[in-house]
Nanobody, 124 residues
């Protein structure tokens, strides 16, 4: 059973940066998509970015140029570098893994394993 542990959230002012991490244990899949999602109060969970087992990345349009997803395969760790943060980025961020394909489609229903989430709060 894959276990994901999210960390790195916090409170920052607008324009600041944060780096989220997601440590995966018992991860033996060679074909996968690892992704970040976020959910703000009263809103649906939305995809932020994904990276597949070939290293290809995909981003939601509103995050392009500000967020960077990466992975350290040796450490089974996923990262999300978030720069130029805005108050509307405030949400709980979750990492997730899909194993049905080696191509990323960052839709929540396609992901089997989820982290517990880490809160990001951006103040103006």
């Amino acid at each position: 059973q894959v276990q994901l542990v999210d960390s790195g959230g916090g409170s920052v002012q607008a324009g600041g940066s944060l780096r989220l991490s997601c440590a995966a244990s018992a991860f033996t899949y060679s074909s996968y998509c690892m992704a970040w999602f976020r959910q703000a109060p009263g809103k649906e969970r939305e995809g932020v970015a994904g990276i597949d087992s070939h290293g290809r990345t995909t981003y939601a349009d509103s995050m392009k140029g500000r967020f960077t997803i990466s992975q350290d395969s040796a450490k089974n760790t996923l990262y999300l570098q978030m720069n130029s943060l805005k108050p509307e980025d405030t949400a709980k961020y979750y990492c997730a893994v899909a194993t049905w394909s080696d191509y990323c489609v960052i839709a929540p229903s396609l992901f089997l394993y989820w982290g517990q989430g880490t809160q990001v709060t951006v103040s103006s």
